[in-house]
């Protein structure tokens, strides 16, 4: 810190010198990292190997599957430990060529408590000091720092790994650095003054998502540096930063356990893969490795080779019919949960289906023999034993087997039938002897046999002798004896009937997403899969789009691991009605002492016009405040005539680009998409249609369906065809909220013939009707 002696620099000029001082103290650094990493990399050449491997894998951050990017993650780990100053100093040189164009953001004076003695301190992205180790820049996530987001001026106290401390502010400034100059820089007596955010929040939204370290808000410092909470659950409205406090959050949790936590410790479930692609680059800009990232399908999907995940629900090409959704509602509801782990515990009586071995094509260790010895221990094993001692003995049962094997005709003949090329790779060694040909036959007819029958090995090791999907399906049979249908609606006959769907899915190799956690779930019960304890951190986004049973597996898969949920209850557009009560439901999976729930109200991503209209969009919705942006109305048009509202498609496309605003056209299908893309080819205009979450976000005008557009941003929003007949009643408001609430500058909404009667709810003067 700056003693008192220092100038109080009070203006631009004066803070520009300061800047130019510290800047040219980050150049000299510079140089010298620059001339140890020359030095190191003279001596050790072969870390140039290493590093480059490094550098290869830091390209594939987030993976579509878990163990790739555990192992990814585990291989940086140790190339990280084996680091050396060359290593050292190149991370130290990519600290400070981040740190030399905009060294800091922020000033605080401050005088400890009681103590009459000035302190200064700059705040940036990360911290530096000079040669004589005083703190020119102190990192963001610095306890110290934390006064900057939290406190007005005056008495203000922060949390050190040592307690509370107190201090009184005197000053907090904050700057516009670009290019080691000072744009503006103005004090404040706010925690972070809105004068600095509109600067922020007025610029283009790009392809990608920028961190928030400067304007980091009270309320999302809150999320930010919560260590306490084992469920810190964040509801905020559609813009308020959610997404944006987490990444901060996880670059703050690396930093405040540095040593003891790595990147690979911390998973986030995103809504899809063009969402990761959306955030990638916040961590790496924050200094920071990104965390493993991947989306619930992927998780549960990669257990599940052999069985296709089908959903039609999400993608709103199929409508669900009445009974479908209580049956849904059920199977996903954490009661479910509850039940099928008391159906686990039958089967430690009996009740568990079996399948044979085979070898050869044929039974070889029987279903009825498996059960037997299953069922042979006494009730003190529980299925997890159970497994074990099962898996034990039929190993014994297999090797006992290879003597008599051996005998049988079809080991002499395929003996007989080689030639000498292939009796040699069946050697230990190529010129290895024999005492007699007896004793050569037996040793050749043992490799034989034990070779061929390494596959029934494999399938007891891998427990392929348990029957999951007729486990599964004798479960939901049970369904109506552990569960009163009634409470759901539901009719023993609906319930017979929807068993049915899952077993004939089950006959095409499909699963519903419904039925995927709990088979999951009844597979790790069974086979006593214990959860992922090395995992320490567990970020769920769009929590709305969760189902409570799929959390609780979460809950049960990462038993040792603190959960940060965030989402918008008002989003809720897979879920639907059920997301009302998550809440209350999550709550029960933690203890309530652990549990903080956090709101955030305010809305940063819209112009005050736009969240305006969005808001007026809900019936009660949680609470949702504006941030005073000034902007356009949105507007809408209604019209009879396909031609006429195509035309004013590209009206509106051409006004917005010649604003230098980048439109998304949201449709509510895949389909309509192609339509809009299509007829847009026709007129020349270039726009990208996103398919799939497997796609990139290109700049420019894109076409994109609802359910992709979770979690994105735009510029400008055109809402097409929002008509009475695409969005017929009350279980599209929630989709309607969350697609208007992607708009940051513009929205403008079209409609066929009569708009949807969801927005009769919403004021006129909210918008303009063209
Ligand atoms: N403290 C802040 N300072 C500057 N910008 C902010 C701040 N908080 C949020 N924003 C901006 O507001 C926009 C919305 O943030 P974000 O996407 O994190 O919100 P969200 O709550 O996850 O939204 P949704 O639920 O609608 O997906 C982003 O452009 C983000 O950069």
């Known amino acids: 810190m700056a003693d008192s002696h220092e100038p109080i620099r009070n203006t631009q000029a004066a803070e520009q010198q300061y800047l130019d001082d510290v800047v040219q103290k980050i150049g000299q650094a510079q140089k010298k990292a620059q001339v140890s990493i020359d030095q190191a990399a003279n001596d050790e050449k072969s870390i140039n190997?290493?590093?480059?491997?490094?550098?290869?894998?830091?390209?594939?951050?987030?993976?579509?599957?878990?163990?790739?990017?555990?192992?990814?993650?585990?291989?940086?780990?140790?190339?990280?430990?084996?680091?050396?100053?060359?290593?050292?100093?190149?991370?130290?040189?990519?600290?400070?060529?981040?740190?030399?164009?905009?060294?800091?953001?922020?000033?605080?004076?401050?005088?400890?408590?009681?103590e009459p003695k000035r302190e200064t301190i700059y705040i940036g992205l990360s911290s530096f000091t000079d040669k004589n180790d005083k703190f020119l820049i102190y990192d963001w996530r610095a306890p110290i720092s934390s006064i900057y987001y939290d406190g007005k001026l005056g008495e203000v106290t922060y949390q050190t790994p040592d307690?509370?401390?107190?201090?009184?502010?005197?000053?907090?400034?904050?700057?516009?650095?670009?290019?080691?100059?000072?744009?503006?820089?103005?004090?404040?007596?706010?925690?972070?003054?809105?004068?600095?955010?509109?600067?922020?929040?007025?610029?283009?939204?790009?392809?990608?998502?920028?961190?928030?370290?400067?304007?980091?808000?009270k309320e999302q410092n809150k999320i930010i540096r919560n260590t306490k909470a084992d469920l810190l659950f964040v509801q905020g409205a559609a813009g308020s930063g959610k997404t944006s406090a987490i990444l901060q959050r996880v670059a703050y949790l690396l930093y405040r356990y540095r040593g003891n936590l790595t990147s690979s410790q911390v998973v986030m479930f995103s809504p899809n893969q063009l969402f990761n692609d959306y955030i990638e680059n916040v961590l790496p800009e924050l200094g920071e490795q990104n965390m493993v990232q991947m989306t619930y399908q992927q998780y549960v999907g990669r257990r599940l080779p052999n069985l296709t995940i089908v959903n039609p629900?999400?993608?709103?090409?199929?409508?669900?019919?009445?009974?479908?959704?209580?049956?849904?509602?059920?199977?996903?509801?954490?009661?479910?949960?509850?039940?099928?782990?008391?159906?686990?515990?039958?089967?430690?009586?009996?009740?568990?289906?079996?399948?044979?071995?085979?070898?050869q094509g044929k039974p070889y260790l029987t279903k009825e023999k498996i059960a037997e010895i299953y069922y042979s221990f006494n009730e003190n094993y529980h299925l997890a034993n159970r497994v074990d001692s099962t898996k034990e003995k039929l190993m014994h049962m297999l090797n006992s087997r290879i003597t008599p094997e051996t005998k049988k005709s079809w080991v002499s003949k395929l003996i007989e039938g080689m030639d000498k090329e292939q009796l040699q790779t069946l050697y230990d060694r190529p010129d290895q002897e024999f005492e007699s040909s007896d004793a050569e036959y037996k040793f050749l007819s043992r490799k034989i046999v034990t070779q061929a029958l390494k596959p029934v090995g494999k399938g007891i090791n891998r427990m392929r002798f348990f029957n999951i999907q007729a486990q599964y399906l004798h479960f939901l049979k049970q369904v109506p004896n552990l569960v009163k249908l009634a409470d759901y609606g539901l009719t023993l006959e609906q319930w017979q009937t929807g068993l049915e769907e899952v077993q004939a899915n089950f006959k095409n190799h499909e699963i519903n997403l419904d039925d995927v956690t709990p088979f999951l779930f009844l597979f790790d019960l069974i086979t006593g899969k214990n959860?992922?304890?090395?995992?320490?951190?567990?970020?769920?986004?769009?929590?709305?789009?969760?189902?409570?049973?799929?959390?609780?597996?979460?809950?049960?898969?990462?038993?040792?691991?603190?959960?940060?949920?965030?989402?918008?209850?008002?989003?809720?557009?897979?879920?639907?009605?059920?997301?009302?009560?998550?809440?209350?439901?999550?709550?029960?999976?933690?203890?309530?002492?652990?549990?903080?729930?956090?709101?955030?109200?305010?809305?940063?991503?819209?112009?005050?016009?736009?969240?305006?209209?969005?808001?007026?969009?809900?019936?009660?919705?949680?609470?949702?405040?504006?941030?005073e942006r000034e902007g356009d109305l949105p507007n809408v048009m209604v019209k009879n005539d396909e031609l006429a509202l195509q035309e004013g498609l590209l009206a509106q496309l051409k006004?917005?680009?010649?604003?230098?605003?980048?439109?998304?056209?949201?449709?509510?299908?895949?389909?309509?998409?192609?339509?809009v893309a299509k007829y847009l080819q026709?007129?020349?205009?270039?726009?990208?249609?996103?398919?799939?979450?497997?796609?990139?976000?290109?700049?420019?005008?894109l076409v994109i369906p609802a359910y992709l557009a979770k979690g994105l941003e735009?510029?400008?929003?055109?809402?097409?065809?929002?008509?009475?007949?695409?969005?017929?009643?009350?279980?599209?408001?929630?989709?309607?909220?969350?697609?208007?609430?992607?708009?940051?500058?513009?929205?403008?909404?079209?409609?066929?013939?009569?708009?949807?009667?969801?927005?009769?709810?919403?004021?006129?003067?909210?918008?303009?009707?063209?």
């Not at 590093?51 to 990814?72: C, M, P, Q, W």
């Not at 990280?80 to 004076?109: C, H, K, V």
């Not at 040792?560 to 809440?583: C, H, P, V, W, Y």
């Not at 726009?687 to 005008?701: D, F, K």
């Open 49 to 114: 190997k290493h590093f480059g491997e490094e550098v290869k894998l830091n390209f594939g951050d987030y993976s579509t599957n878990l163990e790739t990017a555990l192992s990814i993650h585990q291989q940086q780990q140790m190339l990280a430990e084996r680091e050396n100053s060359w290593q050292q100093s190149t991370r130290r040189l990519n600290t400070l060529n981040r740190l030399i164009d905009n060294p800091y953001f922020a000033r605080l004076d401050f005088h400890e408590h009681g």
């Open 163 to 217: 307690g509370e401390q107190s201090v009184n502010i005197t000053l907090k400034r904050q700057f516009l650095i670009k290019k080691g100059q000072i744009e503006s820089m103005f004090d404040t007596s706010e925690t972070i003054g809105d004068q600095m955010l509109l600067e922020v929040l007025g610029e283009k939204s790009s392809t990608q998502m920028k961190s928030i370290v400067t304007t980091i808000q």
């Open 313 to 359: 629900t999400t993608h709103f090409e199929t409508p669900q019919t009445e009974t479908a959704k209580k049956i849904s509602h059920l199977k996903t509801e954490l009661k479910f949960f509850k039940v099928l782990e008391s159906y686990s515990r039958l089967l430690e009586k009996g009740g568990m289906y079996f399948r044979d071995l085979k070898f």
């Open 531 to 627: 959860g992922d304890r090395s995992m320490r951190f567990i970020f769920i986004d769009e929590i709305q789009d969760y189902t409570p049973f799929q959390l609780a597996y979460l809950q049960n898969r990462f038993p040792k691991a603190k959960f940060t949920m965030l989402g918008d209850l008002n989003q809720a557009i897979f879920t639907r009605t059920e997301s009302r009560s998550l809440l209350s439901q999550v709550q029960k999976l933690f203890d309530r002492d652990k549990t903080e729930v956090v709101q955030l109200t305010r809305s940063y991503r819209s112009t005050k016009p736009i969240t305006e209209f969005t808001r007026a969009i809900l019936k009660n919705g949680q609470k949702i405040d504006t941030f």
């Open 655 to 675: 006004s917005n680009d010649e604003r230098k605003i980048t439109t998304a056209i949201i449709c509510k299908t895949k389909l309509e998409s192609e339509a």
């Open 682 to 701: 026709l007129q020349d205009y270039p726009a990208t249609l996103i398919r799939s979450e497997n796609q990139r976000l290109a700049a420019g005008t």
């Open 714 to 770: 735009f510029d400008a929003v055109i809402l097409w065809d929002l008509s009475a007949k695409n969005y017929p009643d009350e279980d599209d408001r929630q989709l309607v909220y969350t697609v208007a609430s992607r708009a940051m500058h513009r929205l403008t909404i079209f409609a066929k013939d009569q708009v949807t009667p969801i927005l009769d709810a919403v004021s006129k003067q909210l918008y303009v009707q063209e």
